[in-house]
């Protein structure tokens, strides 16, 4: 079945520090893949996605590419700030859109100033 | 236009018991997802509902069900609660069922369960 494995942390970053956290995929056929952010209290917000192979997803400064071929849809940002930390989920979802989205287990991101 | 809305926010129950959450969806969208996460396994889907119809389910027990009205609006019910089902419950909505379209989450439902 499909599947997502993500370094799940904690990940502690000095502010304006350079971040990856690395999210590795197993599917068939061509997924979409998401990176999802929950804030604390409050649900899943769609930071950023990516339906194609070579696509690249970016959103308030963070970027993700789809990798086809290392399976991989890592996400980075060159700058991080406090506010920025959260728990960070990557996601996919079979292109035909009729299975559920399948998450990894999240990753926490604490950004010190 | 107002986001997805989910009530209560908090609820404490007894084992045993049974609860009802519900789930107001962005206006004009027809899908209603509803997802599990807890701190161990993480975000786990429940089941997905289609103008009024569940279109998929995740494996979980019977004691979970849901529905959906006329509305788009969704509840799900959850019977003799275990101490194990304490989560936060999310609800997500979308306007029609496809990949391409990003599924938009409510802030939950925190059940605890004593």
């Known amino acids: 079945g499909n599947s997502v494995t993500q370094m799940e942390g904690p990940v502690t970053l000095s502010e304006e520090a350079f971040l990856t956290i690395n999210c590795t995929y197993t599917a068939t056929g061509y997924p979409s893949l998401f990176w999802y952010v929950q804030y604390p209290g409050e649900g899943l917000q769609l930071l950023l996605k990516?339906?194609?192979?070579?696509d690249k997803g970016s959103n308030k400064g963070f970027e993700a590419t789809y990798r086809k071929e290392t399976t991989s849809f890592h996400l980075e940002k060159g700058s991080v700030q406090v506010s920025d930390s959260a728990v960070y989920f990557c996601?996919?979802?079979?292109?035909?859109?009729?299975?559920?989205?399948?998450f990894g287990k999240g990753t926490r991101l604490s950004v010190i100033a | 236009k107002a986001g997805v809305t989910q009530t209560p926010r908090y609820l404490i129950k007894t084992r045993g018991q049974q609860v009802t959450l519900s789930c107001s969806p962005i206006s004009g969208h027809r899908s209603v997802s509803w997802y599990q996460q807890t701190p161990g396994q993480g975000l786990q889907f429940l089941f997905e509902y289609f103008s009024e119809t569940q279109r998929n389910k995740g494996n979980f027990p019977g004691r979970f069900s849901g529905r959906q009205f006329s509305n788009s609006r969704s509840e799900m019910n959850v019977s003799t609660l275990e101490l194990g089902d304490s989560a936060l419950y999310l609800c997500a909505s979308r306007p029609i069922a496809g990949a391409y379209n990003e599924q938009f989450f409510g802030p939950g439902t925190r059940l605890t369960v004593l």
């Open positions: 990516a339906t194609k192979a070579d």
């Open positions: 996601a996919l979802s079979e292109a035909s859109g009729n299975t559920p989205l399948v």
